[in-house]
């Protein structure tokens, strides 16, 4: 047992080591890094901030290899010792030789090493003839500059350990290797998916950065690749959907994008406003009275729509969470079964409103009492280049369930957010007690009714209102609020006590309420009856703010005299359309 414990601490520090070398390679294969790290200590964390990335990969590799150490120590059969050179050689092999094509790629495509690049080797012919000879001798020089001096280290410094004399019985030894081969295989399902209960991890795990350079650094090439091969099977093909050419595409759905540039009265009363955002967490319409949903549900949003803009028929584009907010933020719309945030590739050449808005000093934050690895929208946060992120890890001393902090401690942490802020800012703040498994303490013990299908549900939004109002009891004291336009809207809908089909529209009909200082006062108190999308945001504030939005082909302002009454949406397997 101790001989695999010690082999066990020998073998992660072994791929650690790997793993370093090539990030060094990495780096010195993009010199000059020019402007792309602004802030030279970037540089140092990023050597270390993909930590869990890097156990993750070395766990990987670490399993097969200590299986095989484990038969050769409690079988003492000298097969496994001969296999387990030759694997861990492999082993070495295939991640030097991806580590290398990563940085040469890298240097091409300003991306990490994807499916998209290992697609190209369906046709091996073509991928030869693009390298030149002096390429293909250079990649081989480095496979062995890498290769040979670390399987010679694992031959010296790491195979002996099991080589030394244990005076243990048979039956002794084989408890010691069930024993262990438990342990082992069970800590390495944590290391793998980065947590027992949590959320599993992924790339943006590793992000620390607002700058894409300092990030790619951190993250491991081989789980990005992993990563990317798991959400590419995960796109659904033609046996789901039917694709047309662009022009025939274009023809169908132009209509509801054509707009004469005629604007009604605006929203806002300077074009500077403070923007904050408060993302729902799957509020329904049909919970919210005010909307014809659920009587005494939501009572303090019924009462702040009669000092706001209240969207009557407001329809989320999306079905989930890292679909939802990138609609609103990036006007990005929605597909079934894939999100874009999970496609960290093309994150970067995403646009979003902190992007236009960073442009004209504006301050950016986003707070969240979960965990933002999920769906990757921390990186796509990052990415997008918000100048302080918050989530669970950030929110020390406050009681939490299962999920993260709850709404009753997080709403005040968004007061203390906006006060600290220089101003103009723009906030995002993500709720999170109306995701299951709903395990807040109920604020005034209201109960939905005992047939309502979803109650724990319906009970977590009307939890979430009362302290959705309390923040607002709270800010509309604060001398930043009278320049302050606050949109809250759902990231998505929900299953709701009236039962509805996804494929149903109103299953998608969520909340939207304009309201802040910033809100001219003819709005107030008003009602919106058109149809609108949670794409159509980005383009409404942008132009109301006189700033060019040319980057979100898919918003529509809603202030356009012209804009169609209709929106789309998206369910698992299907899409829908309201006009």
Known sequence: MKRLIQFSVYLYAFWLLLFLACRIFFVLYQWPLGDRIPQSA?????????????????????????????????SSRSVFKRILPVMTGLFILVYVGMAISDAGLYREWNAKINLQA????????????????????????????????????????????????????????????????ILSGGLGVILIRGSLMGMPMNQSIAYFSQHVFPNDIAVNPLYNLLQDMTIKNNIPGPEVYRFWNNAKARNIIQSDFLQSGKSRSGFLKTTRPNLVVIFLESWSSDNIGVLGGLPDCTPRF????????????????????????????????????????????????????????KKQNYYTSFLFGGELVYGNLRGYLFEKKFDQIRELADLDGFPTGRLGVHDEYTFPELLRMLRSQPEPFLTGFFTQSTHMPYDFVSTDGWQSTSNDPEKLYTESVHYSDIHLGRFFDSVKKEKFYQNTLFLVISDHSHNSWKQRSPDDPEHHRIATLLLGGALRDEWKGKRWEEIVSQLDWARTFLQEMQLPAQRYPWSRNILDSTKPSSAWYIFYGGIGYIC
């Open 42 to 74: 970037e540089l140092a964390i990023a050597f270390v901030a993909g930590y869990k990335l890097d156990l993750s990969v070395a766990t990987m590799f670490s399993l097969v290899q200590l299986l095989l150490a484990n038969l050769f120590v409690f």
């Open 118 to 181: 290992l697609e190209h080797f369906k046709n091996p012919a073509e991928v030869f003839r693009t390298l030149s000879l002096k390429l293909i001798v250079l990649f081989l020089l480095l496979l062995a500059l890498f290769g040979v001096p670390f399987w010679f280290l694992f031959r010296k410094k790491v195979m002996p350990i099991l080589e030394a004399d244990e005076k243990t019985s048979g039956k002794k030894r084989l408890a010691y290797g069930i024993l262990f081969f």
């Open 302 to 357: 019924d009462a702040l729509s009669r000092e706001g803009l209240l969207f009557t028929r407001s329809y989320s584009n999306a079905y989930v969470s890292d679909q939802g907010i990138p609609a609103v933020l990036s006007a990005y719309p929605s597909v079934s079964r894939v999100a874009i945030t999970n496609q960290p590739s093309k994150v970067p050449n995403l646009p979003c409103i902190s992007e236009e808005l």
